[in-house]
C-alpha cells in the first residue's frame, strides 16, 4: 500500500478518533472539571505501561517481521509464539493488579477509594493485550483498511461507554470505561483475526526459541521508550500537582491532550506506513529517499495543522473544552512549536526501529528522558506549568 493510500485509511480512522476525543473531552471538562483530565490523563499513561509489560514490549518486532518476511510458515510462527507469551504475561499481571488495587489507587489519585479501576483494568487485560496484538498483526501483514475500520469501530465504542458509565458512575465511570471498550472491541478483532487464520491455538502453539530471539531486541527497545515517556508524563503531572495544585496539572492535561489528537494522526501514518516500508528497505540510498520523501511529505502537514490549531485556539476552549480551561493556551502555544520538532525527530526515530539499532536507540532515548526531567523540574520550579512547555522544545531539539 502506497503512502497516499495509507495516509487516506489511517485518516479515516484518526479522524474518527479525534471527532470521539474531542466528545469525550468536552464531557470530562463539563460534568468533571479539570481534575478529571488531570486524573484521566494519569490513568492513560499507567494503562500505557501495563500494556506495554503485558504485551512483552515487542509490538514494533511483530510489524516488523511480519512486513519484512512474507513467508507464510514465518508469519505463522511469529503470531503463535507471541500470543502464548502474551497470554501469559496478562494473566500475571492481571493478577497483581487485582492484588495491589487499594494502593495502586492511592498512588496515582491520592485516593484509595478507586481501587475498582485496578481491578477491572486486571480482569480485562487479557483482551486489552490481544486487541494490540490484533492492530499488529493487521499492520504487518499490510491489512491497512481493515485496521482503520477497527480503529474507527473503536473510538465510537469507547466513546459511548465514556459518556454512559461517566453518567452512571461519574469520574469512576469514566476511569473504567477503556476496561468496557477492551471486551467489547475483542470480539471483533477476534473475529477479524480468526477469518484471516492467524488466531492460533494457545494450547498447541508452539514457543519458538528463535522468534524470542529476534523480538527481545524490540522488547529491549520498546521498553526503554514505552516506560520511559509515559513516566516522564506522570512525573510532571504529580509536580504540578503537588508543587502548584490539580487545576494546574489539569490545565497542563489539557494542553497536551489537544496536542495528542493530532499528533496521533500523525504518528499512526508514520508506524501505519514507515515502519513496514523502512523495514523492507535492505539499500542505503532508497532508505535516505524514502526518509527525504517522508519529511517532504509530513513536515507540511504538521505545520498546517499546528497553525490551523492556534488559529482556532478560542473556538476549541469554547467547544471543546470550557472557559476553565483558557489558561491553558500559553502552554498550549509553546507545545505547538515543540510539536514540529518532535515529529522530525520521529521520522529519524523510525528509522532506528525499523533496523533494530538498538544502543543508538537506548542511548538518545536515556539522554533525551534525562534532559527532560532535569528540563522540566528546573522550569516548572522558575515559571509554574509554562515550563513545561520550554522544557518540551528543548528536549525534543536535542532528540
Known amino acids: 500500500m502506497n503512502f497516499f493510500r495509507t495516509t487516506f485509511f489511517t ?6 478518533s479525534l471527532v470521539c476525543g474531542l466528545v469525550t473531552t468536552k464531557f470530562i471538562a463539563v460534568n468533571i472539571g479539570a481534575a478529571g483530565i488531570a486524573y484521566t490523563g494519569q490513568l492513560v499513561n499507567i494503562s500505557a ?6 504485551s512483552a514490549a515487542c509490538t514494533n518486532g511483530v510489524v516488523k517481521y511480519l512486513a519484512e518476511k512474507p513467508d507464510k510458515e514465518f508469519r505463522k510462527r511469529v503470531i503463535q509464539t507471541i500470543f502464548k507469551v502474551c497470554a501469559f504475561l496478562s494473566v500475571v499481571i492481571g493478577i497483581v493488579l487485582a492484588i495491589f488495587s487499594v494502593q495502586l489507587s492511592q498512588k496515582a489519585f491520592l485516593d484509595n477509594t478507586q481501587f475498582i479501576v485496578f481491578i477491572t483494568l486486571g480482569l480485562v487485560l487479557f483482551f486489552s493485550i490481544q486487541n494490540v496484538l490484533f492492530y499488529s498483526i493487521l499492520n504487518g501483514i499490510g491489512e491497512i483498511k481493515t485496521l482503520s475500520y477497527l480503529g474507527i469501530v473503536t473510538a465510537i465504542i469507547n466513546t459511548f461507554f465514556v459518556i454512559f458509565l461517566g453518567t452512571v458512575w461519574g469520574l469512576t465511570g469514566v476511569l473504567i470505561s477503556a476496561s468496557f471498550t477492551s471486551i467489547t472491541t475483542w470480539g471483533i478483532g477476534y473475529f477479524i483475526i480468526k477469518r484471516k487464520h492467524f488466531y492460533p491455538n494457545f494450547l498447541q502453539s508452539p514457543l519458538d526459541r528463535n522468534v524470542l530471539k529476534l523480538l527481545s531486541t524490540f522488547t529491549i527497545m520498546n521498553l526503554v521508550s514505552g516506560i520511559l515517556v509515559p513516566a516522564v508524563q506522570i512525573f510532571i503531572r504529580s509536580k504540578l500537582i503537588y508543587n502548584i495544585n490539580i487545576n494546574e496539572a489539569g490545565l497542563w492535561q489539557a494542553a497536551t491532550r489537544i496536542s495528542d489528537y493530532y499528533i496521533n494522526f500523525l504518528y499512526s501514518v508514520l508506524s501505519v506506513y514507515f515502519l513496514p516500508k523502512l523495514s523492507s528497505i535492505h539499500e542505503i ?3 535516505r529517499r524514502e526518509i527525504i520523501l517522508g519529511y517532504a511529505r ?4 504538521v505545520l498546517i495543522i499546528t497553525g490551523i490549531v492556534w488559529i482556532l485556539r478560542d473556538l476549541i476552549i ?3 473544552l470550557t472557559e476553565e480551561f483558557r489558561g491553558m493556551l500559553p502552554i498550549l502555544k ?10 522530525c525527530s520521529w521520522i529519524l526515530a523510525f528509522l532506528l526501529w525499523a533496523k533494530a539499532m538498538m544502543r543508538a536507540y537506548i542511548i538518545s532515548e536515556l539522554s533525551f528522558t534525562i534532559l527532560s526531567v532535569i528540563l522540566n523540574v528546573y522550569f516548572i520550579n522558575e515559571y509554574g506549568a509554562i515550563g513545561t512547555g520550554w522544557a518540551y522544545i528543548i528536549s525534543y531539539s536535542y532528540y
Open 49 to 54: 505501561i501495563i500494556t506495554l509489560l503485558g
Open 11 to 16: 485518516s479515516l480512522s484518526t479522524l474518527t
Open 318 to 320: 469554547s467547544v471543546v
Open 285 to 287: 540510498k532508497l532508505l
Open 334 to 343: 509553546l507545545y505547538l512549536i515543540g510539536d514540529v520538532i518532535k515529529i
Open 298 to 301: 509530513i513536515l507540511p502537514m
